[in-house]
């Protein structure tokens, strides 16, 4: 059984390497076998739904061996890491067919399952090293994936490995400083080494490691590669990136937290306001200020992709504001939404991507009225839409309700009116994501327009369905949540199929209810209307405009610019943008190093040779005096 | 008041006639008109009040006429000119009082007047596809056109 | 039966219609300058159960005040097309009835009732609020008795009214 | 079961009545407050069902005609979270956040109906119907959090039971009380903040394409709306009533006085709208949000 960790970690790369030799076979056969392996992924994940293996050693580097572990957590991640590739590669079958050249279809579909397999050994990593090494792989070759999408996501690729790299230094710094404290970095190693280690240790260890995991989970400060990355990526890997591999860095941060140091380690080391570690506490802020910020910059978006990408930036707020309450029914929250979120934000960024296949666009201003000839993505964006502004029926609402009683319980008020402030945000920047894609008036230029193809279709609808069954039933989710954080120590929360009972929080919650009421009034109120006299339908330029005739040929309704009057009062918040700064200390070395650098290549050809022989006497005289100096 | 219109005076090829108090004339040459204007610019007035055209059937002349007021010596001064009626044409006069761009247009529309350098003067401005005589001309019929278009209420042919 | 109860309900409709009319009324003529008096304190016609709204979806009574000329014609046409059933057009003053003083301009028409069909005017070179409020007395009269038929007669000869409006719009 | 049945039936029924006599005062007191005699008091009767049975009814697409009854289903859906003295319905499947998120259906169900037109008054209307309600959403959010801490429960029937026998939240977070009232008048669209359908800017907004049963339904959604409102601030602040009676009453009282300022302001910009409510009934329900804390 215990060879199967390795195997589910290898087919990945294997299928990997399998697409890209069918590739040279035949464009079909490197379809069949990029869905093969990654259904086979999800085959395998579905065999360890609630099993727990500690450490299953694969290697040992530097005297540590690397091992494997698996638990309810992993398997939440494993669940959404595995799901989503395999849909996100049947939805880029149809999608990516404008490529033309097949080699750089060949890679990309290889770089797809790398990263699936990089995320698969992120989440089944049981000691550091092992952690370290697929978190670089991941970083690369998302990168490649990042790249696909044309020129100008060149730049946003540089931008994302850039950022990516310097976080990736600083957890190598801090693993290193592990290593040197303990020989063995396999974490329950780790963990008793941090328990008797001393805190100015525990703190920077602590600091060093979530700096690398918060440029992934592109929180606040750190966001700024993620509103390029996402929107010039191809529509495919959209999902993939904010559905998913954001969520890598909110793993690593509960890793760190709960599997490292465990709550009550960090309380007594560290004072604590309203009982939460100030380090916890200080990460809650930058979590809610990246909740509140994102949304502002979301509702002033133009760009469809990019809208949904500040969204993401806000959404993964949530998930790690309710990871740093450190109570039992936030941290259950975070893990919810962190699957609700990569549901719906797939979702939402395939149903995007399906408007951009048929109409080739991305500015909201120049699209609308697509309702009568894309009704199913119409539907499909709804539920989207509806789920993610946290509207009951659906899934984004249950996890939001328990970050927020969390935090009641907490008394952390300011928090909580922040992420209420940024859901309300969410429903205006969503709402104004349906209507300028799919409301309004149709221009001419998309009057044939046809709904995607069967094979695009069938992702959508998978995860649509899923934002309905994981919002009314969201104990199907809370068993493997309670069971994998009783491992880590945390009391387990009452719920049940439908809900919570009175005692979790303050208040009970069942969403069935909820949701049969809807129903039964949404029917009832259908009936009502039918009975009255029948409606007959009318042309869209047959509008009130106190007499004007209305003409093709203009766009009336009100859609560039859709907030500008709410702009007007966050224009002194809007204002002040992270990004400036990094801007700002980049032209600063870069006129550093011009300076600098013409000092010494000054072009002419004798300070070469000169700047040769000086080398060539040192290397000389290393090698004599060797023994001696030494 | 006489100030001024020892000035205008000044402007070589006016005749100037003042009638009463605040009530002068110039009247000028239609190669002239546009050099008036300016410097009667010039001069102080710095406001084109009206430019419209007297249809002088009689004559078989259009007589367009230029109203302008000095604001600071409050004072109204209007400078005519006589053109043919057969085929009107005049000079744009919005390059010096900008004002004159709309009243060019209505002008064009109203009484057939074609005015160089105002590219809008010939577009429809207020009658939409009116396809007979500029209605503001004094051989223009308008019983006879309505008489035609819209039936009276108490007329002959009782229809319906 | 069947013919009982539909009368039945077209008696009740026409009721409810009596007593909630809402207006939309364009101020293309010198008439609307009476409408202000009407709603406020001293003539306050909403004690009818009359109201103004702005949008023609909304709207059932079309207020005509005073002349028409061609080209608020076609945005009127325009307006009473998006009205919706049944609706009713009301003339003010002589100009909507036969031209009044511009009996014999070159573009102001002379009968309303060739180009939509009115089915009320209000005599007097603008009538005051008080025979406004009888008018709409009037008007409700007429459509308790079933006689306030215009939007009836649009569908029913509506290529009369086509061609006439065809023939001054061009 | 038949009791349920029962329920699921006439707590709607009341709602509409009691949203339907509010709309009937209003007329009626607005009347009198411009010195004019007004409508007849069964008008509003009149408009709804004259509007229910207008011959023709038209319609731009589907999502146009599902608009409307999203909104409505979305209101009576609220309605059951309100409790009515006597029974607390679904107060137990949903608390007081369940509630503020249930509230946003019946926007959105508008939203998507009028945004279906290619009318430009509707997609005004609609960006200025949400950039308000996110205006007032600010401080609302913060006096719901002040009333829950204060009686440590999220459940409305519980806050209400805390509030029995006269110590109403009124006299004890009075700050938070205020802020309320002033939440409430906008979130109702009275005449400060009737931006949405401001009939000289916009021609009514949103509506500006309804007519005939689609306007009527809508017209519908806005008695629930009123409805839940009010009986909102009732549970939160005056305790809710013990037997029906009480509860109108105590309704009544707080529309009474809306309807009195109803005409004697004027209306604001859309973005002064929301400064107004980021600036005073923020900083007020924080004060009061911090005694309560300090408490």
Aim: charged share 15%; glycine share 8%.
């Amino acid at each position: 059984m215990n060879m199967s960790l390795e195997l589910l970690l290898a087919t990945p790369f294997i299928g990997g390497l399998l697409t890209y030799i069918g590739g040279k076979v035949h464009r079909w056969v490197r379809n069949l076998i990029a869905v093969l392996f990654s259904l086979a992924t999800v085959g395998e994940m579905a065999m360890y739904y609630n099993t727990t293996f500690k450490g299953v050693v694969w290697g040992s580097l530097f005297g540590s061996n690397l091992v494997l572990q698996t638990n309810p957590i992993t398997w939440l991640f494993l669940f959404i890491v595995t799901a989503i590739s395999l849909l996100v590669i049947v939805f880029s079958i149809d999608d990516m067919k404008k490529e033309e050249d097949e080699i750089v279809l060949d890679s990309y579909y290889m770089q797809l399952l790398f990263v699936e397999g990089a995320m698969v050994g992120i989440v089944l990593a049981g000691d550091l090293i092992t952690f370290f090494m697929f978190w670089e792989i991941m970083s690369w070759t998302s990168y490649f994936l990042i790249v696909h999408g044309g020129k100008k996501s060149m730049a946003a690729g540089y931008k994302y490995i850039i950022m990516s790299v310097i976080g990736a230094y600083a957890m190598f710094i801090a693993i290193a400083m592990l290593y040197a404290k303990t020989h063995s970095l396999v974490y329950s190693d780790v963990a008793l080494a941090l328990s008797q280690a001393s805190p100015s240790f525990i703190i920077w260890t602590v600091v060093l490691l979530s700096v690398g995991f918060f440029v992934k989970a592109a929180v606040m400060p750190l966001h700024t590669w993620l509103p390029d990355a996402h929107s010039e990526a191809p529509s495919p890997v959209s999902p993939l990136l904010s559905g998913v591999l954001i969520k890598m860095g909110a793993y690593g941060l509960f890793i760190v937290f709960y599997g490292l140091l465990s709550v009550n380690l960090a309380k007594n080391i560290m004072p604590s306001v309203f009982s939460t570690p100030i380090l916890l506490y200080i990460i809650q802020w930058l979590a809610a200020l990246s909740i509140v910020l994102a949304t502002f910059l979301a509702i002033m978006q133009e760009d469809a992709k990019r809208l949904l990408a500040y969204s993401s930036v806000s959404q993964i707020g949530y998930v790690v504001l309710g990871l740093a309450t450190g109570t039992s029914l936030g941290v259950a929250g975070g893990l919810f939404h962190a699957l609700n979120h990569a549901i719906f934000k797939g979702l939402l960024f395939l149903a995007v991507g399906a408007v951009i296949y048929r109409t080739g666009t991305r500015n909201m201003s120049e699209l609308g009225g697509l309702v009568k000839k894309m009704p199913f993505t119409f539907t499909a964006l709804l539920l989207g839409i509806i789920a993610l502004a946290g509207v009951p029926p659906l899934n984004g609402f249950v996890s939001k309700w328990m970050i927020y009683e969390a935090l009641i319980q907490k008394k952390e008020v300011f928090l909580l009116i922040m992420a209420f402030v940024g859901s309300t945000g969410a429903f205006l920047y969503v709402y104004r994501l349906i209507h300028s894609l799919f409301l309004g008036q149709l221009p001419e230029k998309y009057e044939n327009v046809k709904d995607v193809p069967i094979l695009m279709q069938i992702p959508i609808w998978i995860l649509a369905l899923s934002t309905i069954v994981y919002g009314i039933f969201p104990g199907l989710a809370m068993d493997v949540i309670v069971k994998g954080m009783k491992l880590f120590g945390f009391t387990p929360i009452a719920y049940n199929l439908f809900g919570f009972p009175e005692g979790t929080a303050m208040g009970s919650l069942t969403v069935i209810n909820i949701a049969a009421v809807l129903m039964t009034a949404f029917v009832a109120v259908f009936i009502i209307f039918i009975l009255f006299p029948k409606t007959r339908q009318v042309s869209q330029y047959d509008n009130y405009a106190s007499g004007q005739e209305l003409t093709p040929d203009f766009k009336y309704n009100y859609s560039f610019g859709f907030y500008m009057s709410f702009g007007r009062v966050i224009k002194p918040i809007l204002s002040m943008s992270i990004e400036r700064v990094y801007n700002y200390w980049i032209d600063a070395f870069k006129i550093f190093g011009d300076y600098y650098m013409r000092r010494i290549y000054t072009g002419n050809l004798e300070t070469y040779n000169s700047y040769i022989v000086i080398v060539v006497t040192i290397a000389a005289a290393a090698v004599l005096l060797g023994g001696k100096l030494w | 008041m006489m100030g001024i219109v020892d000035k205008i005076k000044e402007i070589d090829g006016t005749k100037v006639t003042v009638q009463r108090e605040n009530r002068i004339f110039v009247d000028v040459e239609k190669e002239r008109v546009i050099g008036t204007l300016y410097s009667m610019k010039l001069i102080g007035f710095s406001q084109l009040s009206v430019l419209s055209v007297i249809d002088r059937i009689a004559d078989n002349q259009f007589e367009i006429f230029y109203v302008l007021y000095n604001r600071d010596e409050k004072v109204n001064a209007t400078v005519r000119v006589w053109i043919d009626r057969d085929n009107p044409v005049i000079e744009t006069a919005e390059k010096i009082y900008p004002s004159a761009h709309a009243w060019e247009r209505e002008i064009a529309e109203m009484f057939g007047v074609k005015v160089e350098g105002n590219e809008e003067a010939g577009k429809p401005f207020i009658l939409e596809n009116w396809n007979d005589l500029p209605p503001m001309r004094k051989d223009f019929d308008s019983i006879k056109y309505s008489s035609e278009h819209f039936v009276f209420r108490h007329s002959e042919d009782k229809n319906e | 039966m069947e013919k009982m109860t539909q009368d039945q309900v077209r008696t009740i409709a026409n009721m409810l219609r009596k007593r909630s009319l809402w207006m939309i009324h364009y101020c293309t003529g010198c008439g609307a300058m009476e409408l202000p008096p009407t709603m406020t304190s001293r003539y306050d016609m909403s004690r009818l159960g009359l109201a103004p709204f702005v949008t023609s979806r909304q709207a059932d009574i079309l207020l005509i005040t005073g002349y028409l000329n061609v080209k608020t014609l076609r945005r009127v046409i325009t307006v009473y097309e998006q009205m919706l059933d049944p609706k009713y057009v009301i003339g003010f003053g002589s100009c909507a009835l036969n031209g009044g003083v511009y009996w014999d301009s070159y573009a102001v028409i002379k009968q309303l009732d060739r180009y939509i069909p009115a089915d009320l005017y209000i005599a007097g070179c603008m009538p005051r609020p008080e025979a406004i409020i009888t008018a709409f007395q009037d008007l409700m009269d007429l459509i308790d008795s079933g006689k306030a038929d215009g939007y009836k007669r649009y569908k029913r000869d509506l290529a009369y009214y086509k061609e006439n409006q065809r023939k001054v719009l061009g | 079961m038949v009791s349920t049945i029962l329920i699921a039936i006439c707590v709607p029924l009341l709602a509409f009545a009691i949203g339907l006599t509010f709309i009937m005062f209003k007329l009626k007191i607005t009347a009198r407050v411009q010195r004019r005699y007004g409508p007849p008091i069964i008008q509003p009767i009149y408009n709804l069902l004259k509007l229910l049975l207008k011959e023709d009814n038209i319609s731009h697409g589907v999502i146009f005609s599902l608009g409307p009854i999203i909104a409505l289903a979305g209101s009576i859906l609220a309605v059951f979270f309100i409790p009515i003295p006597g029974l607390n319905l679904l107060t137990g499947s949903g608390d007081l956040i369940a509630l503020l998120y249930i509230m946003a259906i019946g926007s959105l169900g508008m939203a998507l109906g009028a945004g279906n037109t290619a009318n430009p008054n509707a997609s005004i209307g609609i960006s200025r119907a949400l950039t308000l309600m996110f205006g007032y959403d600010l401080p609302l959010v913060i006096i719901v959090i002040s009333v829950i801490l204060q009686y440590h429960t999220t459940n409305l029937a519980d806050i209400v039971a805390a509030q029995a026998n006269g110590h109403w939240t009124l006299w004890t977070l009075p700050l938070s009380a205020i802020v309320g009232f002033v939440v409430t008048y906008g979130a109702l669209g009275e005449h400060p903040f009737d931006i949405i359908t401001a009939p000289h800017e916009v021609a009514t907004g949103p509506m500006v394409e309804y007519g005939g049963k689609h306007l009527g339904f809508l017209m519908i959604n806005h008695m629930f709306h009123i409805y839940i409102e009010i009986a909102l601030f009732v549970d939160l602040f005056l305790g809710g009533a013990s037997n029906l009676f009480w509860f109108y009453i105590k309704m009544f009282g707080v529309f009474f006085i809306m309807m009195l300022c109803d005409e004697v302001f004027l209306r604001f910009k859309i973005d002064d709208a929301v400064r107004f409510f980021w600036k005073w009934p923020t900083v007020v329900a924080l004060i009061s949000l911090i005694i309560v804390l300090v408490k």
